[in-house]
């Protein structure tokens, strides 16, 4: 019997640099680079080895308006989400306008590349 997990979520970026530096702010974690890789493919590792780890690598291709994945960030409280949203716009992300449902428990936003991710408030009902 084969038992298959995530590995990574990989995310295209035009200045892979700058996502790194994001990625690894935002979520803590190390980067771990592939100096050989002429797409400059860099996974930026969780601190205790274990987890899903995001990789980051050169794309040209434009980032979705509406992607079909994306990455969902948990936090505990709508305190909480206001105050990672805050921390995340003073890291270089930005807020998408986007048609929120009502009573919404996430905040779209983009990253440094333009990527779609969400700040989800996990106490919502």
Avoid: K
């Amino acid at each position: 019997m084969f038992v298959i997990r995530l590995g990574s979520v990989v995310l295209g970026a035009e200045d892979v640099d700058r996502a790194v530096a994001f990625w690894r702010d935002v979520l803590g974690y190390e980067p771990v680079r592939f100096p050989e890789a002429a797409d400059e493919f860099t996974i930026l590792v969780p601190r205790s080895g274990e987890g899903t780890r995001v990789a980051i690598h050169r794309s040209m291709t434009p980032a979705q308006e509406r992607p079909r994945v994306h990455l969902d960030l948990v936090v505990d409280s709508a305190a909480e989400q206001h105050a990672e949203v805050e921390r995340l716009v003073g890291l270089g992300a930005t807020r998408v306008s986007w048609a929120y449902p009502a009573d919404s428990d996430f905040v779209v936003m983009g990253d440094t590349e333009g990527n779609r991710f969400c700040v989800v408030d996990a106490s919502h009902s």
